[in-house]
């Protein structure tokens, strides 16, 4: 497969941890960005939000003790994105978007309002993204084909789920 996207350079690849799939009582506990160069940020946020089960087990072991409130969060990846309002990218942007809207404010984002869906992407180009999503094998078997080897990646860890979709994008568009 061999993408050839609209903008080539003012992109950013995005992943965000949040405490539910409800996002009328979630909260964003994590997010990492990386720019199309290599330059990466992951911040976690402060929250009093409860997480889900699912959450407790498999995101909060992942998450350190250095926090920043959501107002310090908003400065930081604002500096680090800058004022060239890059499209986002993001595996399945619609709750990585709507957390994001969340923490900045409708109309506030420091990217497009409008995210670049890789999931519809992969769907496009006759590939299941749910797949990839629902067994490890059928993962690494599409890692694999790109010469990506998905252990060097810690799943469901915003920055690292970033860094892989960086990395999949740039072989997808080579």
Known sequence: MQL??????NLIFIDTEFTSLNPSIGEILSIGIIKLSGEELYIE????????NWV???????LTDMRVSKEEAKKIIRTFVGHKKPFAVAYVDNYDSLYA???FGEGKLPFEWMTIDFS??????GINPTKLLATESDAKKFYASLGIDLSAYKQHHALDDARLLRDVWLRLTE
């Open 4 to 9: 050839t996207p609209y903008e080539k350079n």
């Open 45 to 52: 946020i402060e929250t009093d939000a409860v997480p889900s």
């Open 56 to 62: 407790r087990r498999n995101i909060l072991p992942t």
């Open 101 to 103: 809207v969340k923490l």
């Open 120 to 125: 519809s992407i992969l769907f496009a180009n």
